[in-house]
């Protein structure tokens, strides 16, 4: 009779120690990576006016973004998000590599940023009105049948 007591308290005291330890892994910051940086050696063999656009993309892989309109760049970029149990993800690093060309393709400048160089981007929502009230499949296809005909339903006559 005297060993059942201690058994269960062990016990008891394991379970204990085991959700403990659960709870505080549970609170480890989960990371995850979006995006590409390329390698700085590789960046770093790009030669400014030698390089062509042509080069960098077979050196460094294809890029994230291009502009060919308004200037003649392609970018590189890559975050780092943290995120702590049922919270929201939060960005805590990010790289933007610029690689600008000039006319000819040949490679003007290497300009790197950070998420301290950003800045938020307020995107404008706007929806164009499509002017058709909101209604149900099944709202449809009863509102219908007061609009169908004899001759649509058996079809033209002979």
Do not use: W
Not at 34 to 61: C, M, N, R, W
Not at 124 to 153: K, M, P
Request: glycine residues 10%.
């Amino acid at each position: 009779m005297g060993g059942k007591p201690v058994f269960f308290g062990k016990l008891r005291g394991m379970a204990a120690g085991l959700t403990l330890t659960a709870l505080i892994a549970g609170c480890a910051p989960i990371e995850t990576y979006h995006g590409f940086i390329p390698p700085q050696e590789e960046v770093a063999a790009l030669q400014i006016g030698v390089s062509t656009k042509a080069d960098v993309i077979g050196l460094l892989g294809q890029p994230i973004a291009e502009r060919a309109l308004q200037n003649n760049a392609i970018y590189y970029a890559s975050s780092k998000f943290e995120q702590f149990g049922p919270f929201a993800p939060n960005e805590v690093d990010r790289q933007v590599l610029e690689l600008d060309f000039d006319s000819s393709d040949r490679l003007r400048n290497v300009t790197s940023y950070t998420l301290e160089d950003g800045r938020v981007v307020i995107l404008d929502r706007r929806v164009t009105e499509d002017g058709i009230a909101d209604v149900t499949f099944l709202g449809q296809l009863l509102a219908s049948f007061g609009r169908l005909d004899a001759g649509a339903l058996l079809g033209p006559t002979q």
